[in-house]
């Protein structure tokens, strides 16, 4: 067993075991399923067909992905977008660095992206005396507070109103106690002044318009907006899968995002950036670039088995509807990516780490596979990394031992019949004997072989 | 036309555990006027090794099952991920194997149990009672693997006076998952405790499940937690509401 | 080798064969949506409704001079709400917008004209509403359409907390596809929003607070002449 293992049940046990914070992710949760799957219903006709039309057009993009990226970099470059590839995370700190450095950038502000988690890019602003703020809300909230965020749509969701209040009051000097709509003011206010006298603004991209050159972002806040509006460089950071070939899929897409991210009908603004504003425009970035993402992405493209997982749109509906999510929550992972999804891509993507134990961590109950709006197989996904951890003898030798004298034993109901008694025996001996059940005095054969003659 | 022989494909777990349940299903069948084939070859349908990754191993225990069942024209079984291990996914761990075709023959002829009965429109002749409040339990497998929403609950209510409740919205994991609840043993009885939590807020002292696997994880947490939860399989109470067949000897037949 | 060539080049080796990479599927139907409005004449009551349940503002006009009036109320509800003296605004440039301002040169004193469009940062921030048209009004969706060539560029519409948007009857679409086939052609925009409501989050305790980053409030004021 690593240690990783070993820290990841230890973590989970004790999660489990808080019935505090269960009860609260329960609630956030059951409100957010709620939600989603009333707006499935509102405003789609056929869901589970919008969602396979989704899935193919992924299919699609993802059999294509190399002209569509090709094309994609064509007509932002003709609109004076600066394209950049990034084969790793290493490398996309270093572009924008190199971008931070080339506009002599003090202050960057940036609006939430998990790609930029990814590659860890605030600490190597910071390291190079650049002053980088969180403008979205939630990402403000626990970048005050130190730590990661806890989930992929609301990053700190596991946190009370009070508890925020609390950090608020101490960083930011609000009154103590104070409600949501005045830590949100003052949040506020902070940022305007920041959106205001920043160089540098950061986004991600929900999409990437193959045919238009555009990047998408999607958000309910305006913190993307202004981040796009105010600085005079730009730069956005997307993974190489988040093509769409069409500026028109939008009409399919954003409406699926909002339904299972946040039980929107649309979220509140979903704004297409291709380039630094023209020579009409009173304002907008000078400056604009585009930093595609590899970081592991084509590692997990050469698998087929679980190329799939590659047309993930970041809505975090997996993460709501897992059980095991909602029971241990998002920092057990250890991992950028939760839930479902991250359990089945970071294996792929960060093959050195060994995450394989995340895929273990699964009833494969299929909640999640029931729930994705682009019809990712999740939980075949991740019965495929165990099949495949198998195959390369990642497990360690206890099981591969067990279930080998058990295929042995269960291949023939003879042996089968003689070792019961064995049975009890490795009942006995088990750890966690509380979980192996008692064997009942007679199987159903024997008391068939007893009852029925004939 | 009537009603002829089936064979019966009896789940690992309830051959060794809980063998209560194989006999429930078989007197409700024998009652319904079902001749009832019983395989004695028969193990495991090979899913525990399947779903921890093992497919060389689930292979072998397969293989052996597909061997059992060779010219068996139709299988009951009362269990959704027994089902489902067959009709789903005996193709992908067969795929490419000499068995290939075999394999998707047999699963073409298996059927978990409420699925059999409301097809063949015996629900609608059991004639039976089992008055008072039952809260229903529908496993994953047979959920969303067989796509199965609602059928183990429609032959419940086939039972007079029997008012069947479940919590509102999709039906969550109980945690089995097989291996996962060794394996991780603190989630897996999380995942109970919310379980049972929702049928503790409907008040329910009764639950009907329609899967061995669930059942014995959730008795487990439901003794721990002191829970007075009686909760026994589909079979079971229609069993009982039959007045049929406990197993030979454990009480008398009615 | 370039990043870009390896990252090419590893997707090649791996990509599906020619023949087996997926034909592109077709135009999602309209059935997939619900809820479209059935008549152009209903447009304008359906985005009403939508919009209302999203916290935008939907005010009617019969005429310029009703325009006026409601933008100069909507300002003075501003003057309380931010206990401030006389509340300015910026305006992009618009016949319909000029139009309306004309009507009332009492009101059009408290707009910087389209020429201020371009001012600093730290300019805008005393800066409290932003008067625009659109580019389209989705009836669907309650959504609206805005682009940086033609709306004021790309901060008038989301720094100041007050955003007035003038609408006529020819600026609904049904549709978002619709909204965006409209726009998507041209050439003279860099950016461009697709606006439901007021500005909002929901990211404390799922507690649902307007006015985040982006506007707090979001009016459309419906000319009808």
Excluded at chain 3, 3 to 10: F, K, P, W
Aim: glycine share 10%; charged share 25%; aromatic share 6%.
């Amino acid at each position: 067993m690593t240690a990783r293992l070993r820290e990841f049940r230890r973590a989970a046990d004790e999660r489990a075991a808080d019935l505090v914070h269960r009860e609260r992710i329960a609630r956030v949760m059951s409100k957010s399923n709620a939600a989603s799957e009333t707006m499935k219903v509102r405003q789609f006709g056929d869901w589970e067909r919008a969602r396979r039309l989704a899935g193919q057009i992924k299919r699609h993009v993802l059999a294509n992905l190399p002209d569509l990226l090709e094309e994609f970099e064509r007509h932002a470059t003709a609109r004076g977008v600066e394209v950049l590839w990034a084969a790793d995370a290493g490398e996309a700190r270093a572009l924008l660095l190199g971008l931070a450095r080339r506009f002599q950038i003090e202050i960057a502000v940036k609006s939430k992206s998990m790609t930029t988690e990814e590659i860890e890019l605030n600490a190597a602003l910071e390291a190079a005396g650049i002053e980088v703020l969180e403008s979205d809300l939630g990402e403000l909230i626990v970048q005050l507070a130190g730590t990661r965020p806890y989930h992929i749509v609301g990053p700190a969701i596991h946190l009370t109103r009070a508890e925020i209040a609390e950090l608020f009051h101490r960083k930011l000097g609000t009154a103590p106690g104070a409600g949501a709509e005045e830590l949100t003011l003052a949040a506020r206010d902070l940022l305007r002044r920041k959106f205001a006298a920043a160089g540098l603004g950061i986004t991600g991209a929900n999409f990437l318009l193959a045919d238009a050159g555009a990047i998408t972002v999607v958000e309910n806040e305006g913190n993307a907006r202004l981040t796009m509006a105010m600085p005079r460089v730009h730069v956005a950071i997307a993974g190489i899968e988040k093509v769409l070939p069409r500026l028109a899929d939008l009409a399919l897409f954003l409406p699926l995002l909002a339904s299972s991210g946040t039980g929107q009908q649309l979220t509140c603004y979903n704004t297409l950036a291709r380039g630094p504003r023209t020579a009409g425009e009173p304002d907008g970035p000078e400056h604009m670039a585009v930093i595609l993402l590899d970081n592991g992405r084509t590692t997990l493209y050469a698998r087929p088995a679980v190329r799939q997982a590659l047309r993930c749109i970041r809505c975090g509906a997996c993460l709501n509807v897992c059980p095991v999510y909602r029971s241990i929550g998002g920092y057990t992972y250890g991992t950028v990516y939760s839930g479902p999804i991250g359990a089945v891509i970071t294996p792929h993507l960060e093959e050195q780490g060994r995450w394989e134990h995340l895929s273990q961590a699964s009833s494969l109950c299929g909640a999640c596979s029931a729930a994705c709006p682009v019809d990712i197989d999740l939980h075949r996904l991740l019965l495929e990394n165990r099949r495949r951890a198998t195959a390369e003898r990642k497990e360690g030798w206890f099981w591969a031992a067990a279930l080998r004298a058990w295929a042995w034993v269960f291949s023939r109901r003879g042996r089968l019949d003689r070792l019961r008694g064995v049975g009890r025996l490795v009942r006995a001996a088990a750890p966690g004997r509380a979980r192996v059940p008692r064997l009942a005095p007679r199987s159903f054969a024997q008391m068939w072989s007893d009852r029925e003659q004939s | 036309m009537a009603p002829s022989t089936v064979s019966v494909l009896i789940p690992c777990l309830v051959d060794q555990v809980y063998p209560e349940m194989g006999w429930a299903m078989v007197a409700v069948l024998r009652r319904l006027g079902y001749g009832v084939d019983y395989r004695r070859g028969q193990t495991c349908c090979g899913q525990p090794a399947f779903n921890a990754g093992h497919w060389g191993e689930a292979r072998r225990v397969a293989g052996h099952c597909l061997e059992v069942f060779r010219g068996a024209e139709r299988v009951v079984c009362p269990s959704g991920s027994c089902t489902a291990m067959l009709r789903e996914f005996y193709a992908e761990l067969f795929a490419g194997d000499a068995r290939e075709a075999e394999a998707a023959a047999l699963a073409g002829r298996v059927e978990e149990f409420s699925e059999f009965l409301l097809r063949e429109g015996a629900a609608g002749r059991l004639g039976a009672r089992l008055p008072g409040r039952l809260g229903f339990h529908n496993s994953c497998h047979s959920r969303r693997e067989l796509g199965q929403r609602d059928e183990s609950r429609r032959v419940l209510e086939q039972l007079e006076d029997c008012e069947v409740v479940e919590p509102a919205g999709e039906p969550d994991c109980c945690g089995f998952g097989g291996l996962f609840s060794v394996k991780f043993a603190g989630i897996a009885g999380a995942m109970a405790q919310s379980r049972l939590a929702r049928f503790h807020e409907l008040g329910v002292a009764r639950l009907a499940v329609n899967d061995p696997g669930c059942i014995l994880h959730l008795r487990q947490e439901a003794e721990r937690a002191g829970l007075g939860l009686e909760i026994r399989h589909v079979a079971e109470w229609v069993a009982e509401a039959l007045g049929v067949g406990a197993a030979p000897g454990a009480g008398a037949e009615r | 080798m370039s990043s870009r060539e390896r990252i090419l080049g590893r997707l090649r080796a791996a990509q599906p064969p020619a023949a087996e990479r997926a034909a592109p599927p077709r135009e999602p139907d309209r059935s997939i949506y619900r809820d479209y409005p059935a008549r152009a004449e209903d447009y304008v009551a359906v985005f009403a409704e939508r919009f209302a349940a999203l916290r935008g503002e939907f005010l009617r006009a019969a005429g310029l001079a009703e325009a006026a009036a409601r933008v100069a109320g909507l300002l003075a509800e501003l003057e309380a709400s931010e206990a401030c003296g006389a509340a300015r605004g910026l305006a992009a440039a618009d016949p319909l917008i000029a139009a309306v301002l004309a009507a009332s040169p009492a009101l059009a004193a408290r707009f910087d004209p389209p020429e201020r469009l371009g001012m600093a940062n730290a300019e805008m921030l005393p800066c409290l509403a932003g008067l625009t048209r659109a580019r389209a009004l989705v009836a669907r969706s309650g959504g609206i359409v805005l682009d940086s060539g033609r709306d004021g560029g790309r901060r008038l519409s989301v720094f100041p907390p007050l955003h007035i948007v003038l609408a006529r009857a020819g600026d609904y679409v049904a549709s978002l596809e619709e909204a965006l086939a409209r726009r998507a052609g041209d050439a003279d925009w860099s950016s461009l929003t697709i606006v439901h409501g007021p500005s909002r989050t929901a990211d404390i305790e799922k507690t649902l607070v307007l006015g985040a980053h982006g506007p707090k409030r979001l009016a459309v004021i419906h000319v009808e002449a």
